[in-house]
């Protein structure tokens, strides 16, 4: 093959190839860097559609719930007070009772033969007394007999002295005239210690008779009690006896409380304490409970003398007003008003981030503001707000009221 062919194949297969690739490339390089710029397009920021909320100051009194228990402070154990058998029990567990109304009925039968008893006793020493007035009136008639007996047996005594003297009698006359006087004499100072000694006799008399008398008095009040009444108004929380039991001194027969005593216990948390402190020494305070679609007024009456340990609040309690219908134990919702607190803004729930910060708008972007949570209250239209306060916020300043997952200063929004 010659040379001239072999050359004209190499550039047919390798050289013709290589140059198209290098003419394709150089072509596409001048295009590219012959064709027109296209200006940049702005990224434009993102604007966030929110509500708001226009500021108003206002001069307020703040709101607080509290959960409470209904309880009584007189709550009572009616137990029994002697031996005996229940012949009735006259309520059951729920009832309404009013003051001095039989609650139970006892076997009084026993307690009658006591009574019996102790009146005989009582008596038989009523009568002993007696016998020994009389007697001691009869013991000072026998003392002027006795005297006047000893006057005679004296005057005798000397008569005889005087014969004997004389020899005109015997010495054995004088004798016996000696041992009559001294016998008169025993008698006598016998009956003086008898009239002597009747005040103490007398004296123990009465003790017995005031001791069986007592005694008495506690058989007619045993007798009485088997009659177990109610102490006050009250509704009865457990009945612990029946009809054919024999119950003891101190078993508890039923339980009751004092429907005029209800009272709601709730604990204040500790940031409201020196409101209600301030409020409980003296200044007036409103709170109220809502229960079966009606609403009972309450009274603030005194704080515990003891904080939570837990929790570290107190308990406050509230009086119900005589006559209300609700039981013990039933948990409820107090709604406390709090003194009237100044220059507090009222703002729906969605506007608070967190527990102290709103954001407000300004030229459309948002504006971190730290505020005091003061407490909640309702708006004449049923609306829940919370009362917040800072020095940032001004009277017809608007807020965020749009919960953003992103909400931060410099935030653009649009008001809807």
């Known amino acids: 093959m010659s040379a001239k062919s072999i050359l004209s194949r190499f550039i047919f297969k390798v050289a013709l190839p290589i140059a198209i690739v290098a003419g394709a490339i150089s072509g596409f390089i001048y295009l590219k860097d012959s064709k027109p710029e296209v200006p940049a397009k702005p990224i434009a920021e993102q604007v966030w559609g929110v509500s708001s909320h226009v500021i108003q100051l ?67 020493i009523e009568a002993r007394i007696n016998s020994e007035i009389n007697r001691n009136k009869t013991d000072q008639k026998a003392l002027k007999v006795e005297q006047q007996l000893q006057a005679i047996n004296e005057k005798n005594l000397r008569r005889q002295q005087q014969l004997v003297e004389q020899n005109v009698a015997p010495a054995s006359r004088l004798e016996d005239a000696t041992r009559a006087v001294q016998q008169q004499q025993l008698s006598l100072l016998n009956r003086e210690n008898t009239i002597a000694d009747h005040p103490n006799r007398l004296a123990q008399l009465k003790a017995a008779a005031t001791q069986s008398n007592v005694q008495l008095e506690f058989a007619q009040l045993d007798l009485q009690r088997t009659h177990i009444l109610a102490p006050f108004e009250a509704r009865v929380l457990s009945v612990d006896t029946a009809a054919g039991n024999r119950v003891r001194n101190g078993d508890r027969v039923v339980k009751l409380y004092n429907t005029q005593s209800l009272e709601v216990r709730s604990q204040i948390p500790a940031r409201y304490l020196p409101m209600m402190q301030t409020t409980a020494s003296g200044s007036s305070l409103t709170a109220s409970i809502t229960h079966a679609g009606r609403t009972y007024p309450l009274k603030l009456d005194r704080l515990s003398a003891e904080a939570s340990t837990s929790q570290g609040g107190i308990d406050a309690f509230f009086t119900l007003k005589q006559g209300q219908n609700i039981e013990v134990g039933r948990n409820l919702q107090v709604q406390v008003e709090l003194p009237m607190e100044t220059n507090v803004a009222a703002l729906p729930a969605l506007a608070i981030y967190g527990q102290n910060r709103v954001y407000r708008i300004v030229d459309q972007r948002l504006q971190a503001v730290s505020v005091d949570r003061i407490g909640a209250w309702t708006s004449p239209t049923g609306e829940r707000l919370t009362l917040v306060r800072s020095a940032q916020l001004q009277s017809g300043d608007q807020v965020l009221s749009t919960q953003l997952p992103n909400a931060v200063s410099g935030l653009l929004v649009e008001t809807r």
């Open 58 to 124: 206002q001069d307020l009194a703040p709101q607080i719930i509290l959960y409470g228990a209904v309880e009584a402070s007189e709550t009572v154990q009616l137990s029994a007070t002697v031996n005996a058998f229940v012949n009735q029990v006259n309520v059951s567990r729920g009832d309404r009772v009013k003051k001095g109304q039989t609650i139970a009925q006892l076997d009084d039968r026993e307690l009658r033969l006591t009574l019996a008893q102790r009146q005989a006793s009582l008596a038989d």
